[in-house]
């Protein structure tokens, strides 16, 4: 690879068809990846020690010599030490592994200890290339249902925007979607301990079959109650005796779409029901108006429902 592109690259200068060259060209080998690694130290040494051309006055000869050693060592300790702390910063630093599901699916994934997840419909989780040889952490963004491999050495931990949930070996589901402040963690086997980012030093353990919520700016610990409504790992959608605007809430984290509800009436009454994921929306809905009645229509282009 020319060396020319290469820097250019690393200024941000190529253009998208050479910048796809060199991604191509990194990925082709271990050796060519090495060998981009090498030349980035080498391109943010330089970027350290500077490329400006000193300015020498006239000195008798043996001084010019003696600057001029003195200069290229100092330059060349520079660098020297640059590609240290560089080699230093790259081993220590964590690649991470994504998974991302679309609105209206699901997927199962198995960790590098064994731990199963479930991924709910517009979640994602991440977590570390180190994961299980120094910690089980992982980030969570939307709902996952867990079975914890058992470790009491190293306890699994998931990381929401504002809560943490620990655990060593056990049955748990966390909801924790980032467009809402709404966060809960469900208990079904073991034991968990959830803290939160509001209240440092302060933990809620929980008990199997019972739930902590976060509720008018407090958690709160109950019991699960309804079980069905942790269906989604089946591919249901599923309520008992709740109210419209909580169920069509469940549509928008499913279907990631905006409900808009212009009928507040709609909210006098409960409902029981269980719908497949699949189905999509559109069906969900058509469903409920057997035993409500509104109407509804759908602007694809700014994905948002209004129902009257």
Same mark, same amino acid.
């Given at each position: 690879?020319?060396?020319?592109?290469?820097?250019? /690259?690393?200024?941000?200068?190529?253009?998208?068809?050479?910048?796809?060259?060199?991604?191509?060209?990194?990925?082709?080998?271990?050796?060519?990846?090495?060998?981009?690694?090498?030349?980035?130290?080498?391109?943010?040494?330089?970027?350290?020690?500077?490329?400006?051309?000193?300015?020498?006055?006239?000195?008798?000869?043996?001084?010019?010599?003696?600057?001029?050693?003195?200069?290229?060592?100092?330059?060349?300790?520079?660098?020297?030490?640059?590609?240290?702390? /560089?080699?230093? /910063?790259?081993?220590?630093?964590?690649?991470?592994?994504?998974?991302?599901?679309?609105?209206?699916?699901?997927?199962?994934?198995?960790?590098?200890?064994?731990?199963?997840?479930?991924?709910?419909?517009?979640?994602?989780?991440?977590?570390?290339?180190?994961?299980?040889?120094?910690?089980?952490?992982?980030?969570?963004?939307?709902?996952?249902?867990?079975?914890?491999?058992?470790?009491?050495?190293?306890?699994?931990?998931?990381?929401?925007?504002?809560?943490?949930?620990?655990?060593?070996?056990?049955?748990?589901?966390?909801?924790?979607?980032?467009?809402?402040?709404?966060?809960?963690?469900?208990?079904?086997?073991?034991?968990?301990?959830?803290?939160?980012?509001?209240?440092?030093?302060?933990?809620?353990?929980?008990?199997?079959?019972?739930?902590?919520?976060?509720?008018?700016?407090?958690?709160?610990?109950?019991?699960?109650?309804?079980?069905?409504?942790?269906?989604?790992?089946?591919?249901?959608?599923?309520?008992?005796?709740?109210?419209?605007?909580?169920?069509?809430?469940?549509?928008?984290?499913?279907?990631?779409?905006?409900?808009?509800?212009?009928?507040?009436?709609?909210?006098?009454?409960? /409902?029981?029901?269980?719908?497949?994921?699949?189905?999509?929306?559109?069906?969900?809905?058509?469903?409920?108006?057997?035993?409500?009645?509104?109407?509804?229509?759908?602007?694809?282009?700014?994905?948002?429902?209004?129902?009257?």
């Amino acid at each position: 690879m020319n060396n020319d592109l290469l820097y250019r /690259y690393f200024m941000g200068t190529v253009t998208p068809e050479e910048g796809m060259a060199v991604k191509q060209w990194v990925e082709a080998s271990e050796d060519n990846r090495k060998a981009f690694f090498r030349e980035r130290r080498m391109f943010d040494a330089m970027l350290l020690v500077g490329n400006e051309a000193p300015v020498v006055k006239r000195r008798p000869v043996l001084r010019r010599l003696g600057r001029a050693v003195l200069k290229v060592a100092s330059v060349a300790a520079l660098l020297f030490f640059a590609v240290l702390l /560089y080699d230093s /910063y790259t081993e220590k630093r964590d690649t991470f592994a994504v998974v991302s599901v679309p609105a209206g699916q699901r997927t199962h994934i198995t960790l590098p200890d064994g731990t199963g997840v479930w991924l709910n419909a517009r979640s994602e989780i991440r977590y570390s290339t180190s994961y299980n040889d120094s910690h089980r952490d992982v980030a969570l963004e939307g709902e996952a249902y867990f079975s914890v491999a058992k470790n009491k050495e190293l306890p699994f931990i998931v990381h929401t925007r504002n809560f943490d949930v620990k655990a060593t070996g056990t049955v748990f589901n966390v909801q924790a979607y980032p467009e809402t402040n709404d966060f809960e963690a469900a208990l079904f086997e073991g034991g968990v301990d959830v803290s939160s980012h509001y209240a440092p030093g302060r933990v809620w353990h929980l008990t199997p079959g019972n739930k902590v919520s976060w509720h008018r700016r407090r958690l709160v610990v109950s019991a699960i109650g309804n079980e069905d409504s942790y269906q989604w790992r089946a591919g249901f959608i599923s309520f008992r005796d709740e109210r419209l605007d909580a169920i069509l809430k469940q549509f928008e984290k499913s279907f990631g779409i905006r409900i808009n509800i212009h009928n507040r009436s709609l909210f006098e009454h409960t /409902y029981t029901g269980k719908f497949r994921q699949s189905g999509g929306v559109d069906y969900a809905l058509r469903v409920l108006q057997r035993d409500i009645n509104f109407r509804y229509s759908k602007d694809d282009e700014h994905e948002s429902i209004d129902i009257y």
